[in-house]
C-alpha cells in the first residue's frame, strides 16, 4: 500500500483509508467491524476516519484499537450533539473530543475534524479556537474542517487548519480545481470522502431518494463511462490520485469491497487520457455544480 505523507505534519497515511461509518450500526456487528478493520491492517491501511455522528464507530475502533495504535492514524469529527453544550459552540468541541479519545481509549487523536460547520460559524471563531486549545492541551495533533464550498475555501485559507476533508470523485470535482491547489501548496493534509461518489453506476434507474441520487444525475449528463468498464477502479484512482489528496476513504461493510479498492489503488493513478476524460466532461458543468456536503 503506498503511502504518503499527510501534509507538512509527522504523520504518514495510507493512500487508500478506511471510513468507518458503516461499522457504527446495527446492521454490522462489532465481530464483523474488528474483521474490516483487520483486514484493512492487513491490506496497508494506516488511516481509519470516523465521527461522532456514525453510531457506534469510535467505539468499535476503540475496542479492537489495543496493540494497534502506533500503526493506525485516527481520524474523527466533532462540533455537535454533546449533552448540554449548543452545537458548534466551544463546549461542543472540546466535549466532542473529549469523549472521542474515551471511546476510542486513547490519549491523542491525530487529526480531528469540524464536521460540516456553517462559513459563519468558522468566521465567528468559537468552535475553531476550541480545536486549537484541544491541540495546545495535546489531545489532538492536527486540526482539521470536513466541509464544501465557501466554508471549504475559507477553511483552505485561513491559516488555522492543517487538514482538510472533501468530497474528490468523478462527478464532484469542485475542490479538486478550487480548493486543493492552494491547500497543497500551504502543506494541509487533504482526505478525499466519497471516491467512489455513492457508487451511482450501480442502479439503472434513478435512485430516488438515496444519497447519490444527485451523483447518478451527474453521471448521466456528464455521458461517459470507463474506458474498462471499471467503474470502480476508475473512481478511486481518479480521486486517490488526484493531485493534493493525501489519503481517499472508502467506506464499505464488505470486505471484498475493501480488497478491490486496495487493489484498484496498487494499480496506481489513471492513464492521462483517461483523467482528462473525467476533466473534460466535469468542466463544462463546474460552474453550477457544487460539492456535495
Known amino acids: 500500500m503506498l503511502q504518503r505523507n499527510f501534509g507538512n505534519s509527522s504523520l504518514t497515511v495510507s493512500a487508500l483509508g478506511f471510513g468507518a461509518g458503516h461499522i457504527g450500526y446495527d446492521d454490522v456487528s462489532e465481530r464483523e467491524a474488528h ?3 483487520d483486514r484493512a491492517a492487513d491490506l496497508g491501511v494506516t488511516f481509519i476516519d470516523t465521527a461522532r455522528g ?8 476503540g475496542s479492537w484499537l489495543p496493540g494497534r495504535r502506533e500503526s493506525v492514524v485516527l481520524s474523527t469529527k466533532v462540533g455537535y450533539d454533546v449533552d448540554g453544550a449548543e452545537d458548534w459552540s466551544a463546549a461542543a468541541v472540546t466535549g466532542g473530543v473529549d469523549e472521542a479519545l474515551r471511546k476510542l481509549g486513547t490519549d491523542v487523536i491525530d487529526v480531528v475534524f469540524l464536521h460540516s460547520c456553517p462559513l459563519a460559524v468558522l468566521q465567528q471563531g468559537d468552535a475553531v479556537e476550541a480545536l486549537q486549545r484541544c491541540v495546545d492541551a495535546g489531545k489532538v495533533r492536527v486540526p482539521g474542517y470536513s466541509g464544501e464550498n465557501d466554508a471549504l475555501a475559507w477553511a483552505g485559507n485561513a491559516g488555522l487548519f492543517g487538514a482538510l476533508q472533501s468530497s474528490v470523485n468523478l462527478a464532484d470535482q469542485r475542490s479538486r480545481s478550487d ?3 492552494a491547500a497543497r501548496r500551504q502543506g ?3 482526505v478525499a470522502k466519497r471516491p467512489l461518489a455513492n457508487a451511482p453506476w450501480r442502479h439503472a434507474e434513478r435512485p430516488v431518494g ?3 441520487e444527485t451523483y447518478w444525475e451527474r453521471l448521466r449528463r456528464m455521458d461517459v463511462e470507463p474506458e474498462t468498464d471499471d467503474w470502480q477502479g476508475t473512481a478511486l484512482r481518479f480521486s486517490a490520485f488526484s493531485p493534493g489528496v493525501s489519503t481517499a476513504i472508502v467506506g464499505t461493510s464488505q470486505v471484498r469491497n475493501l480488497e478491490a479498492a486496495a487493489a484498484a489503488v496498487g494499480r496506481g493513478p489513471l492513464p492521462d487520457f483517461e483523467r482528462r476524460r473525467w476533466e473534460d466532461a466535469f468542466a463544462p458543468h463546474a460552474p453550477d455544480w457544487a460539492g456535495e456536503v
Do not use: D, K, Q
Open 35 to 37: 474483521s474490516l478493520l
Open 54 to 61: 456514525y453510531g457506534l464507530s469510535e467505539e468499535r475502533i
Open 179 to 181: 480548493v486543493l491547489p
Open 188 to 190: 494541509l493534509g487533504v
Open 210 to 212: 438515496v444519497y447519490g
